[in-house]
């Protein structure tokens, strides 16, 4: 497993040893004990949440206000274009963003920790979309900071307008929203 970077230093790209050969391929998607090793965590995820989204669907960007949600993403079939967005007042790093690929193909995850906002955009005709959180689902805690906030400025890569859900297209600034302090 190797770790690399973000332009956030809570965000992580984990990268997963893949083994492969004619038949096919093997990997690791998570392992405690050498996730902790490599990036000085120790989490413990206690759900797991799998969407399918088409073309140009955009979902995000979601939080949780209280019971903060921790997130280990991936994606097991198609690409998408994956963001998280620092919100906590206190972070030196407070309104920046990252963004990674995430595809099938390269088998990238990304850790995005409580304190951040996440969102994706799918840029392959479908794709499957799974995540570890380190919190429950807590409908009433539940935030949306509009993925197209000016003051936020993420270059999403479409070509068009999203697809959105009612909650997304409701989504408030971030100077409206509810945040980390």
């Known amino acids: 497993m190797n770790v690399i970077a973000t332009e956030l230093p809570d965000v992580l790209i984990i990268e997963p040893k893949v083994f492969g050969d004619e038949r096919g391929f093997f990997y690791e998607s998570f392992n405690a004990r050498e996730f902790a090793q490599i990036s000085g965590l120790q989490l413990q995820f206690v759900q797991d949440n799998h969407s399918r989204s088409q073309k140009g669907v955009l979902r995000g960007l979601h939080y949780q206000i209280e019971h903060a949600q921790g997130k280990l993403v991936r994606v097991t079939a198609g690409e998408v274009l994956d963001v998280a967005v620092d919100i906590r007042?206190?972070?030196?790093?407070?309104?920046?963003?990252?963004?990674?690929?995430?595809?099938?193909e390269n088998n990238r995850q990304l850790w995005i920790p409580?304190?951040?906002?996440?969102?994706?955009?799918?840029?392959?005709?479908?794709?499957?979309?799974?995540?570890?959180?380190?919190?429950?689902?807590?409908?009433?805690?539940?935030r949306c900071i509009r993925w197209d906030d000016t003051e936020l400025n993420i270059d999403w890569q479409l070509n068009g307008t999203p697809t959105l859900s009612a909650k997304d297209q409701n989504g408030k600034s971030l100077k409206e929203a509810d945040l980390f302090p």
Request: aromatic share 18%.
């Open 89 to 104: 007042r206190s972070s030196p790093h407070f309104g920046k963003w990252a963004s990674v690929h995430l595809s099938a």
């Open 114 to 142: 409580p304190g951040f906002a996440h969102g994706f955009v799918v840029l392959s005709d479908s794709a499957e979309f799974l995540y570890k959180t380190t919190d429950y689902y807590t409908p009433s805690a539940e």
